[in-house]
């Protein structure tokens, strides 16, 4: 995944080694006509050129589509600006209108503006591109919707809403944050890469896709495999139902740290009220998970530190977020420490620790380079930052906004911590656990529902 600046150095490089920007341009637009025509089925496609080189790849893909034999017209409110994008322009042999007035079509292509957006689109712009995506059936974005600020995935000089919703964002050469990330994101639609020859490399920046679980080793027993400790707290039912999302994401041994009692616990959970120090001794305890349901008051705070204290690998989630401060973090040792915190958790951090962003992404690599912990910063975008790292995540079931979610998930995360050692490994397995099983949940699931589909998601994913 690469920023504009990146993806310009990047392009700039493939041209020092003696590639033309025509091939690119060339690529991007025929991988662009395959997945239209798939969508066109067979109907009339418009495609809003703009004066750029996004412009220049919708009349590269609208000639591929009229060779392929459809109905192709070209819309170019503004005319081609390079060279480049006239030549472009040379090679459509079809109509070109200067305005939308009375266009019908199957799939409307956004060719406006990409990474080169430098200013709000104008009133008339904005006007065009709504009237087009409200008169055909389907819409398709080149590289980014217009409009969109690839880096950030703001709507520049305007709200999420101003941006139409499209099926489909065909981003050319690389991801860029906007594709994964920002208040733009529900207009994305599906996204797909389209191949241009820029060379993937190991950045800073990436896409994380689901990777096979490692299943337990040929001598694997229950420590081995990782023994999980919750802590619980005031309200018992949150540490129960992370405990319960431990258990079936693969952890060998999970012990509840509770004082309390709960009608709903389990028989196969080992509940432990020994005094919490005492057992934060174990050492075999491969994770820690303290934060649902642990109260905010001064015995909330104690176990907090207690927990930090022992050494252990750490998820911290819920008011354990609400209860860290960086005096709390200076008895850390070197266990890997994640933090789990929804929108108003990490902003909440973000002033604990004094650092700050514009975007989630920026306010993450700063609380994670602050703290020392990677940072799994949750919501409709969630993403992942540890030191200089950041990982997207594809967007997972809208199902997931219900109340213990986070707290199903922050159970998952302690089991891949226990198994793995390692917190960014955790984090990502976690995400793709957790979307996995509200796949299987289906519509409308508790918390309780989620937390049994972890099952059939660590099947899925081994
Ligand atoms: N990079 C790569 O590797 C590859 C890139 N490729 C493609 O090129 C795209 C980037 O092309 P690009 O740099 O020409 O920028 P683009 O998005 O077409 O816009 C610039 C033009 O729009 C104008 N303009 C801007 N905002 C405006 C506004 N609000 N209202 C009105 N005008 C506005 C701006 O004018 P100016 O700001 O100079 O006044 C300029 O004329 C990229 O997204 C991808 O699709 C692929 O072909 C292959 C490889
Ligand atoms: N609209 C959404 N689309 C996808 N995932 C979402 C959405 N809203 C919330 N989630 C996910 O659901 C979980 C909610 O966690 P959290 O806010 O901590 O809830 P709770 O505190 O009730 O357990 C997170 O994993 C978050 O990424
Ligand atoms: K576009």
Same mark, same amino acid.
């Given at each position: 995944?690469?920023?504009?600046?990146?993806m310009r150095?990047?392009?700039?490089?493939? =041209?020092?080694?003696g590639?033309?920007?025509?091939? #690119?341009m060339s690529?991007?637009?025929?991988?662009?006509?395959?997945?239209?025509?798939?969508?066109?089925?067979?109907g %009339?496609?418009?495609?809003?050129?703009g004066?750029?080189?996004?412009?220049? @790849?919708?009349?590269?893909?609208?000639?591929?589509?009229k060779?392929?034999?459809?109905?192709?017209?070209?819309?170019?409110?503004?005319?081609?600006?390079?060279d480049l994008a006239?030549?472009a322009?040379?090679? =459509?042999?079809?109509?070109?209108?200067?305005?939308g007035?009375?266009?019908?079509g199957?799939? =409307?292509?956004?060719?406006?503006?990409?990474?080169g957006l430098s200013?709000p689109?104008?009133?008339?712009?904005?006007?065009?591109?709504?009237? /087009?995506?409200?008169?055909h059936?389907?819409?398709?974005?080149?590289?980014? %919707?217009s409009?969109?600020?690839?880096?950030?995935g703001?709507?520049v000089?305007?709200?999420g809403d101003?941006?139409?919703?499209?099926a /489909?964002?065909l981003?050319?050469?690389?991801w860029?944050?906007a594709?994964?990330?920002g208040?733009?994101?529900? $207009?994305i639609?599906?996204?797909?890469l389209? *191949?241009?020859?820029v +060379?993937?490399? @190991?950045?800073?920046?990436r #896409?994380?896709?689901p990777?096979r679980i490692?299943?337990?080793?040929? *001598?694997?027993?229950?420590?081995?495999?990782?023994?999980?400790a919750?802590?619980?707290?005031a309200?018992?039912?949150?540490? #129960?139902?992370?405990?319960?999302?431990?258990a079936?994401a693969?952890?060998?041994?999970?012990?509840?740290?509770?004082?309390?009692?709960?009608?709903?616990?389990?028989?196969?959970?080992?509940? @432990?009220?020994?005094?919490?120090?005492?057992?934060?001794?174990d050492?075999?305890?491969?994770?820690?998970l303290?934060g %649902?349901?642990?109260g905010?008051?001064?015995t909330?705070?104690?176990?907090? &530190?207690?927990?930090v204290r022992?050494g252990?690998?750490?998820?911290?989630d819920?008011?354990?977020?609400v209860?860290l !401060?960086p005096?709390?973090?200076?008895?850390?040792?070197?266990a890997p420490?994640l #933090?789990?915190p929804?929108?108003g958790e990490l902003?909440?951090l973000?002033?604990?620790?004094?650092?700050?962003?514009?975007?989630?992404?920026?306010r993450?690599?700063? /609380?994670?380079?602050?703290?020392g912990?990677?940072?799994?910063?949750?919501?409709?975008? !969630?993403?992942?930052a540890?030191?200089?790292?950041v990982r997207?995540?594809? %967007?997972?079931s809208r199902?997931?906004?219900v109340?213990?979610?986070?707290?199903v998930?922050?159970g998952?995360?302690t089991?891949?911590?226990?198994? $793995?050692g390692?917190a960014m490994q955790?984090?990502?397995?976690?995400?793709?656990?957790?979307?996995r099983?509200?796949?299987?949940?289906?519509?409308?699931?508790?918390?309780?529902?989620?937390a049994?589909?972890?099952? +059939?998601?660590? &099947?899925?994913?081994l």
């Open positions: 995944m690469l920023t504009t600046d990146q150095a990047a392009e700039a490089a493939l =041209f020092d080694t590639v033309e920007e025509w091939a #690119l690529q991007a637009g025929h991988g662009a006509a395959q997945w239209i025509a798939r969508l066109a089925a067979g %009339p496609v418009t495609v809003l050129c004066p750029g080189h996004n412009g220049g @790849d919708g009349y590269v893909a609208a000639a591929a589509l060779a392929r034999g459809l109905t192709v017209r070209v819309v170019a409110p503004i005319s081609p600006q390079t006239r030549h322009a040379s090679t =459509f042999e079809g109509e070109v209108l200067s305005d007035e009375g266009l019908k199957t799939v =409307f292509v956004d060719a406006m503006f990409g990474i200013r689109l104008s009133h008339e712009h904005r006007a065009l591109i709504r009237d /087009l995506h409200a008169s059936e389907r819409a398709v974005a080149l590289d980014v %919707p409009g969109v600020d690839c880096d950030t703001d709507v000089g305007g709200e101003d941006v139409p919703h499209y /489909l964002t981003a050319f050469g690389a860029k944050p594709h994964f990330s208040p733009a994101l529900a $207009t639609g599906a996204a797909r389209v *191949d241009i020859g +060379p993937d490399r @190991d950045g800073e920046m #896409l994380s896709l990777e490692a299943p337990p080793a040929f *001598d694997a027993h229950k420590y081995t495999r990782g023994l999980v919750v802590v619980g707290g309200m018992a039912g949150a540490s #129960l139902m992370a405990s319960r999302a431990a079936l693969g952890a060998g041994y999970v012990k509840w740290l509770s004082e309390h009692d709960h009608p709903g616990h389990p028989p196969d959970l080992v509940k @432990d009220n020994a005094p919490l120090a005492d057992m934060l001794g050492e075999r305890i491969g994770a820690v303290i %649902p349901g642990l905010r008051d001064d909330a705070r104690e176990r907090l &530190e207690a927990a022992s252990h690998p750490l998820v911290l819920a008011d354990a977020l209860l !401060t005096e709390i973090l200076a008895a850390e040792t070197d420490i #933090l789990t929804h929108e902003s909440r973000c002033d604990a620790f004094d650092v700050a962003g514009d975007t989630k992404r920026e993450a690599l700063a /609380l994670s380079q602050a703290s912990c990677a940072v799994l910063a949750k919501g409709a975008d !969630t993403l992942l540890s030191g200089a790292d997207f995540f594809p %967007p997972a199902w997931l906004s109340a213990g979610s986070g707290d998930l922050a998952i995360c089991a891949r911590l226990a198994a $793995t390692d955790a984090a990502c397995e976690a995400v793709h656990l957790h979307g099983a509200a796949r299987h949940a289906g519509a409308g699931f508790t918390a309780t529902m989620l049994e589909a972890v099952h +059939p998601a660590l &099947e899925d994913m």
